[in-house]
């Protein structure tokens, strides 16, 4: 039988021991304020447990602080919290308590009434009709739907702060409430938590492990080590900080990105939480770059430069996304510095097998191995129309000095140097050019170096930068990369020098104080001993060199030009490499002569006999003396020329640039200046080299 509250008010008043069985909250609450009314106590079972207990009591340790209290009491009580105790325990325990009741409700000695839950109450204990006849058993309201057990977490303190949570069981049982328990999530911090619980409910989660607690408590799931985790936890439990929040601020909010991450996750090596960043970076950084590609693999302090470099680029080669992952691992690449250079060697090595066409993205580090390969892979390709474009961008260096835009003022003089540059870059040499070396007669109008600076040194605001060694091949190349640098060009010709070309023959006369020191030696030490003096350096690698050389050219150009209103830069001479080729190629000859030659590319001339076909003759007042120069790439019996060599008659030794730099913004137009009669330089002084 099921009575309202109204019918059972009038039966409610009673000192037998009784279970009152009720639908709803709402209901237990009027039925409580009734007995409350008529004088009797309420007796919570969270009055059994004292805040100390470190466990919850089982039920009958409950059932036994229960019986002491009512019979204490000596008046009329009314338990309540049974649901929310109930809600705790598992079906084992809740089976045990209903058993403990079942004997109270039978031996009828305390003056009490348990309100329970109908949902909760295990009605099969008390079939017979005996109970529900004496009031014993009481069904109070209608059917009540499923009830939902609340969810509760025990956590160790060690592990999160206090907070709102639960300090114990006395008081997660206050929360519960009277009743049946309203469905939100609890959490239970207790001081000392570090066994499970025998005997709880499913719904209550005894968190012990720390990747449980992480998880629960910090969002975090990924899977780091133990004590790294416990490490990470404790922090943000110290700092009462988030972790991803804690991990920014120690990882720097400026540093989570594609540019700086990696640069930052190495200067974070010997951090205790090392692998922490990891996660938080997945976290925070888009899922379609490079790096979030790179954070997907195992990474560890050791392997993370060799991923990011190397390894992780070439799973990656031919993806659709390959030329934004390649830009974005060059950003990163440049803020790491150096560091990154032998495994960037490692990545070209790897990758030789690959297409131009694949690769050419990923060579965009700007480095110097990348330069090398660049220059090997373009020796094998067609230069009949200059540099292919898809390299322009990755070396614009090399795209400046194989340029073929500029005039050098004769177009057999500009194409011999296109073709000579070409050629350089391959590092070949063919029968055709040697023989067109030989028989080329430079012009006879061409601008004299030493004629143009003697107009020039007369101006007391103008400047001289020597480079030793720097032929007219590199016109191109100086120009091109001037005006991208934005350097103002008053003129630019292409000059001859003395021959024979050797310093002593061929003096530049300036005032000392106008000549930017130290004269640059570079390019003619390359030419002479390779990119490194004593090493076998690839022709590749002496090419990088050289060209890296012209970085410094326009930044003491540059210099220059804040003290200065003109800058002018010249050469003593320049070089030939492709005389050595000839030579090895076995494309040109051992010119014969008695005795020792006074060098292999001149020599002072025969007494009273006509230079042979193979030479140039040249007078030198000074000296009283005939010389012959060498024409082309023969050569004279004298050791000499592993790279590239000096004193003969070749374009490419004879002829240098010539380039006025303004302070000033002015309109360049190229122009030849006509020949004119050398007229000899006295030197006075202040005028010496």
């Known amino acids: 039988m099921r009575y309202t509250l109204n019918d059972y008010y009038a039966l409610a008043d009673s000192t037998d021991t009784r279970v009152e069985i009720y639908s709803d909250n709402n209901t237990a609450a009027q039925l409580l304020a009734h007995h409350k009314q008529n004088n009797a106590f309420e007796l919570h079972?969270?009055?059994?447990?004292?805040a100390d207990m470190l466990t919850l009591p089982m039920p009958e340790i409950i059932m036994q602080a229960l019986d002491e209290m009512i019979i204490n009491a000596k008046k009329r009580m009314v338990v309540t919290g049974i649901d929310a105790y109930l809600s705790l325990l598992n079906k084992q325990n809740v089976e045990r308590f209903m058993t403990a009741l079942y004997s109270r409700i039978d031996e009828g000695k305390l003056n009490v009434a348990y309100l329970i839950n109908q949902y909760r109450f295990d009605d099969s204990k008390f079939s017979n009709p005996k109970y529900k006849n004496s009031l014993q058993v009481v069904h109070i309201g209608d059917d009540s739907h499923h009830m939902q057990q609340p969810s509760v977490n025990i956590v160790s303190r060690k592990w999160v702060q206090q907070g709102s949570s639960m300090p114990n069981w006395k008081s997660l049982l206050e929360v519960l409430g009277q009743f049946v328990p309203i469905c939100e999530e609890q959490t239970l911090v207790l001081e000392?938590?570090?066994?499970?619980?025998?005997?709880?409910?499913?719904n209550v989660f005894q968190l012990l492990d720390i990747y449980s607690v992480a998880e629960k408590f910090y969002k975090i799931t990924v899977d780091l080590p133990e004590e790294l985790l416990e490490l990470l936890i404790l922090k943000c439990k110290e700092s009462n900080i988030k972790p991803i929040d804690l991990l920014e601020k120690q990882f720097g909010h400026e540093n989570a990105n594609i540019r700086c991450a990696i640069k930052r996750l190495l200067e974070l090596k010997n951090d205790d939480i090392w692998l922490a960043y990891l996660w938080f970076l997945k976290r925070k950084i888009d899922n379609n770059s490079y790096l979030a590609v790179v954070l997907s693999n195992e990474l560890t302090k050791d392997n993370l430069l060799r991923a990011y470099v190397c390894d992780v680029a070439i799973t990656v080669l031919t993806d659709a996304n390959a030329v934004h992952f390649a830009d974005e691992r060059a950003l990163a690449i440049k803020e790491i510095g150096n560091f990154a250079?032998?495994?960037?060697?490692?990545?070209?090595?790897?990758?030789?097998?690959?297409?131009?066409?694949?690769i050419v993205c990923w060579f965009n580090c700007h480095t110097e191995a990348e330069y090398i390969e660049i220059v090997r892979r373009v020796s094998e390709t067609d230069l009949s129309n200059g540099l292919p474009k898809i390299w322009c961008n990755q070396y614009p260096l090399l795209a400046d000095y194989l340029s073929d835009e500029y005039d050098y003022g004769n177009k057999d003089i500009t194409n011999y140097f296109n073709d000579y540059r070409r050629l350089k870059i391959k590092n070949d040499v063919t029968e055709d050019f040697a023989k067109q070396a030989f028989n080329f007669i430079l012009p006879s109008d061409y601008a004299l170096r030493d004629v143009l600076l003697q107009e020039l040194v007369l101006e007391n605001n103008t400047a001289l930068i020597i480079v030793d060694g720097m032929g007219a091949e590199y016109f191109p190349l100086i120009i091109a990369y001037a005006k991208r640098n934005s350097l103002n060009i008053e003129n630019a010709v292409i000059s001859a020098v003395k021959l024979p070309s050797s310093t002593e023959y061929n003096p530049i006369i300036w005032n000392k104080d106008r000549i930017l020191k130290p004269n640059i030696h570079e390019i003619d030490n390359v030419s002479h001993d390779g990119a490194k003096k004593h090493e076998n350096c690839s022709p590749e690698k002496n090419i990088v060199a050289t060209l890296a050389v012209f970085k410094d050219i326009v930044n003491r150009i540059t210099q220059g030009l804040t003290n200065y209103e003109r800058v002018v830069l010249t050469a003593d001479h320049g070089s030939s490499r492709l005389a050595v080729l000839a030579h090895e190629k076995e494309l040109v000859k051992t010119l014969q002569w008695i005795g020792k030659p006074q060098d292999w590319r001149y020599t002072v001339a025969s007494e009273n006999a006509a230079p042979p076909l193979e030479f140039e003759s040249i007078y030198i007042a000074e000296s009283n003396k005939k010389y012959w120069i060498v024409r082309g790439y023969n050569r004279l019996p004298k050791k000499g020329g592993k790279l590239s060599v000096h004193g003969g008659a070749t374009l490419e030794e004879r002829l240098v640039p010539l380039i006025v730099f303004s302070k000033a913004k002015v309109d360049y137009i190229q122009k030849r200046i006509e020949n004119q009669t050398i007229e000899q330089i006295v030197e006075r002084p202040d005028l010496d080299i």
């Open 192 to 202: 000392k938590f570090d066994i499970n619980q025998a005997g709880l409910s499913d």
């Open 341 to 358: 250079d032998a495994l960037i060697i490692e990545f070209i090595d790897k990758t030789k097998m690959q297409t131009n066409e694949t």
């Open 45 to 50: 079972i969270n009055d059994c447990i004292s």
